[in-house]
């Protein structure tokens, strides 16, 4: 069997960290026991061992240092080679690949279209809706050019992203909670509730829209959901609620779910995110659009 980029990307992540649990946390947003696991399997595939493991300290073997330099040569050479398989095949197909979590809303699609059609004209933009399960968006795999999402992502050098808005956390409630009527909710209030959560490998996003840094205690999560539809099918059944963003409490209102600000948390942060490195001018032309129609003030040249 043969070993993928994925294997050896997570190889190089724990041989650079010399901690699973910080390679998985900060590196490559899967849960530790599932890196774990891949490491297990790719040193079956080998057969050799690449790691020392104890309770207190990871390092590398013989073999791991013999394979750290060829896998780092390896997974930057295969992400240098998709970048410019994609140049031509943009260039071919004249086709941005956009990547969202929630609807974009805010006016901005329009507006980029509009500056798309100024600037390269024939070319079209193809949205595809990504699972929070990812919390690239869809960049790391390849599926999108350029992705519409909220910050937290990934910060191991491989994303890059401008901010385009700032909006004040709210909450989703069914219609007939509690705190339905109250106009605005302190966070304390929310404490105790049963929360609907992103699925657990969407990573530091998950504990944002939990507002964990906010808590003295560990958020009671009674369900998770991989899309914003299953989680206000959730919140409208009465099973939890959610923290969305002020912007996203407008996108998806329905008769069923109630909205209110939260008091006492920290704004949420919308961004238009690439891979680094990318200076494609279809995804240069998107990026200046999405800043110049929600930050104006901030989108330079």
Known sequence: MDVHVRDLRYFVAVAEELSFTRAARDRLFISQPALSK?????????????????????????AGKELLPRARRLVREWDETRTVLADQAARRATTLKVGFQTR????????????????????????R???????TVGLRGGDVDVAVA??????????SWRVVATEERWVALSRGHRLADVDRVPFAELLDEPFVA?????????????????????????????????T?????????????????????QRADVVYRPVDGLSPSTLAVVWRTGDE???????????????CPDTAGG
Do not use: K
Not at 129 to 135: K, L, Y
């Open 129 to 135: 809706q990504i699972s929070w399960a990812d919390p």
């Open 280 to 294: 494609r001018d279809a995804v240069q032309v998107f990026v200046q659009a999405c800043v110049r129609c929600l």
């Open 38 to 62: 891949q490491i297990r399997q790719l040193e079956s595939m080998l057969r050799v061992p690449l790691f020392e493991r104890d309770r207190r300290s990871v390092s590398l073997t013989a």
């Open 150 to 159: 909220w910050l937290p992502v990934p910060n191991s050098g491989e994303l």
């Open 232 to 252: 206000f099918e959730a919140v409208a059944s009465g099973l939890g609620v959610v923290l969305v963003s002020a912007g996203n409490a407008e996108v998806y």
């Open 104 to 127: 974009i809303g805010r006016g901005l699609i329009p507006s980029v279209t509009a500056r798309m059609e100024e600037r390269l004209p024939g070319w079209r933009m193809q949205f």
């Open 198 to 230: 992103l699925p657990p490998d969407a990573g530091p996003p998950r504990d944002f829209w939990l507002a964990t840094d906010h808590r003295s205690r560990p958020a009671r999560v009674v369900a998770e959901a991989s899309t914003a539809e299953e």
